[in-house]
């Protein structure tokens, strides 16, 4: 229940009969509605919520606040000082949105955005999401309160282009299940097979069709969790089973995208592990979207900037070159103890909320900085995006969101030299 603000930090709420309904109960604070995550730190965590009874004559309840979970003082990055290469129109200096949603977040995506836009980036990568609601037979599309709507999507694309960004589709998928088990748990015969293709084909147009008319820049496709359905696709290293025919069906369906939405359409594909499952369809796009995932070895910003280097020239600008595209660089690291090291195997580590292992601020910020160190002196990268920022609230937990964190500034640091306004 929003609390009604008196100025000054000060809210108040009242609550009417009937009381009887009620007796004891308890109640907690939280912020941005994110309930759970953002609380009050006497009702965090678990904690029991501050008991109250009802009474026959009005009750007065003050309460002040000492502290939120997960949110202290403002935290800044040290001083960068770097030199920066400014780059050429067409670079992406980006930020994606986690993949998930719920309602409760809607009324703070425009604050979000703000934001966003005030790290000077010039692209909003947004990911909305359709359900796997059953496998067999396979039901799949929007579910209200799980994945955003049609009208949900398009006020937050309005937001973001009211404030001058590029924005960008990303669409995935909610699982009832582990992405590779779930997979693995699939009939993946020759009827179920038709039915993926046919679902998926209405997905694809249906963000098409959304981008089309929302006015958005872009559209990203594929992703790890379309790689079984791919030519040669595979589930736990065997045969996923997928029709001989997958590459005319997919090609099929990005000339229907085509034909729906006119901006750019790239393909996704994770590093490591995906570049040598790249369809050869993907070469009829406009870029690849790079799911960064890579380790980095070293404990200091020079050795990782240096790890990330030797990755990038030996696996990356062939791969660039082979496809004739841009490549367009999307990053995740949490804000925890070894976050250099962390890989999608440790999924918690990029959620919100997390804290284990032992949050870490600067470690996150330092591999930003040694990333965004490697990619000012490549310049055939078309860009570079922070991907997992947890838009209704800023949380100083151990996740991949760079929201409310030191390595937010890193973000505002490099973007605005990588685009030329900020000297």
């Given at each position: 229940?929003?609390?009604?603000?008196?100025?000054?930090?000060?809210?108040?709420?009242?609550l009417?009969?009937?009381?009887?309904?009620?007796?004891?109960?308890?109640?907690r604070?939280c912020?941005?509605?994110q309930c759970?995550?953002?609380?009050?730190?006497?009702?965090a965590?678990?904690?029991?919520?501050?008991p109250?009874?009802?009474?026959?004559?009005?009750?007065?309840?003050?309460?002040t606040?000492?502290?939120?979970?997960?949110f202290?003082?403002?935290?800044?990055a040290?001083?960068?000082?770097?030199p920066v290469?400014?780059?050429?129109?067409g670079?992406?200096?980006g930020?994606?949105?986690?993949?998930?949603?719920?309602?409760t977040?809607q009324?703070?995506?425009?604050?979000?955005?703000?934001d966003?836009?005030?790290?000077?980036?010039?692209?909003?990568?947004?990911t909305?999401?359709?359900?796997v609601?059953?496998?067999?037979?396979?039901?799949?599309?929007?579910?209200?309160?799980?994945?955003?709507l049609?009208a949900?999507?398009?006020?937050?694309?309005?937001h973001?282009?009211?404030?001058?960004?590029?924005?960008?589709?990303?669409?995935?998928?909610?699982?009832?299940?582990?992405?590779?088990?779930?997979?693995?748990?699939a009939?993946r015969?020759?009827?179920?097979?038709?039915?993926w293709?046919?679902?998926?084909?209405?997905?694809?147009a249906?963000?098409?069709d959304?981008?089309?008319?929302?006015?958005?820049?872009?559209?990203?496709?594929?992703?790890?969790?379309?790689?079984?359905?791919l030519?040669?696709?595979q589930?736990n290293?065997?045969s996923s089973g997928?029709?001989?025919?997958?590459?005319?069906?997919?090609e099929?369906?990005i000339?229907?995208?085509?034909?729906?939405?006119?901006g750019?359409?790239?393909?996704?594909?994770?590093?490591?592990?995906?570049?040598?499952?790249?369809?050869?369809?993907?070469?009829?796009?406009?870029?690849?979207?790079?799911?960064w995932?890579?380790?980095?070895?070293?404990?200091?910003?020079?050795?990782?900037k240096?790890?990330?280097?030797?990755?990038?020239?030996?696996?990356?600008?062939?791969?660039?070159?082979?496809?004739g595209?841009?490549?367009i660089?999307?990053?995740a690291?949490?804000s925890?103890?070894?976050?250099?090291?962390?890989t999608?195997?440790?999924?918690?580590?990029?959620?919100?909320g997390?804290?284990?292992?032992?949050?870490?601020?600067?470690?996150?910020s330092?591999?930003?900085?040694?990333?965004?160190?490697a990619v000012?002196?490549?310049?055939?990268?078309g860009?570079?995006?922070?991907?997992?920022?947890?838009?209704?609230?800023?949380l100083?937990?151990?996740?991949?969101?760079?929201?409310?964190?030191?390595a937010?500034?890193?973000?505002?640091?490099w973007?605005?030299?990588f685009?030329?306004?900020?000297?």
């Amino acid at each position: 229940m929003p609390m009604w603000p008196l100025g000054d930090n000060q809210w108040v709420y009242q609550l009417y009969s009937p009381f009887n309904v009620l007796g004891n109960f308890q109640y907690r604070y939280c912020r941005n509605d994110q309930c759970g995550l953002a609380d009050d730190l006497q009702t965090a965590q678990g904690k029991s919520g501050r008991p109250v009874s009802s009474s026959l004559t009005p009750q007065d309840l003050q309460d002040t606040l000492t502290g939120w979970n997960l949110f202290q003082a403002a935290a800044t990055a040290a001083p960068t000082n770097l030199p920066v290469t400014s780059r050429q129109s067409g670079f992406w200096a980006g930020v994606e949105f986690m993949a998930g949603y719920d309602p409760t977040w809607q009324a703070w995506l425009p604050l979000a955005i703000q934001d966003i836009k005030s790290r000077y980036a010039n692209w909003l990568v947004l990911t909305p999401t359709w359900s796997v609601s059953r496998t067999d037979p396979l039901v799949f599309s929007p579910v209200p309160g799980a994945d955003p709507l049609w009208a949900d999507m398009l006020d937050t694309l309005n937001h973001a282009r009211a404030s001058n960004l590029n924005v960008a589709l990303f669409p995935g998928v909610n699982l009832p299940m582990d992405t590779a088990a779930w997979w693995q748990a699939a009939p993946r015969d020759a009827a179920w097979w038709d039915d993926w293709f046919s679902l998926y084909a209405a997905f694809a147009a249906y963000h098409a069709d959304l981008a089309a008319k929302s006015g958005a820049s872009a559209l990203i496709l594929g992703g790890d969790w379309v790689a079984p359905a791919l030519p040669a696709g595979q589930v736990n290293g065997t045969s996923s089973g997928v029709p001989a025919d997958a590459e005319t069906r997919w090609e099929t369906i990005i000339a229907n995208v085509r034909q729906r939405f006119s901006g750019q359409v790239l393909w996704a594909v994770s590093y490591p592990g995906g570049l040598q499952s790249v369809p050869t369809f993907a070469r009829n796009l406009d870029g690849i979207y790079l799911l960064w995932y890579a380790p980095l070895s070293g404990s200091s910003v020079l050795d990782m900037k240096a790890a990330a280097g030797q990755l990038l020239d030996k696996d990356i600008q062939p791969f660039q070159t082979a496809q004739g595209k841009p490549v367009i660089l999307a990053a995740a690291y949490p804000s925890a103890s070894g976050a250099a090291g962390a890989t999608l195997s440790m999924p918690a580590l990029f959620q919100p909320g997390t804290s284990q292992p032992p949050v870490n601020l600067q470690a996150q910020s330092d591999v930003y900085q040694a990333m965004f160190s490697a990619v000012n002196e490549r310049a055939w990268l078309g860009g570079f995006v922070s991907r997992g920022y947890y838009p209704p609230a800023a949380l100083q937990d151990a996740s991949a969101s760079v929201h409310g964190k030191p390595a937010e500034d890193e973000l505002g640091y490099w973007f605005g030299r990588f685009l030329g306004v900020v000297h």
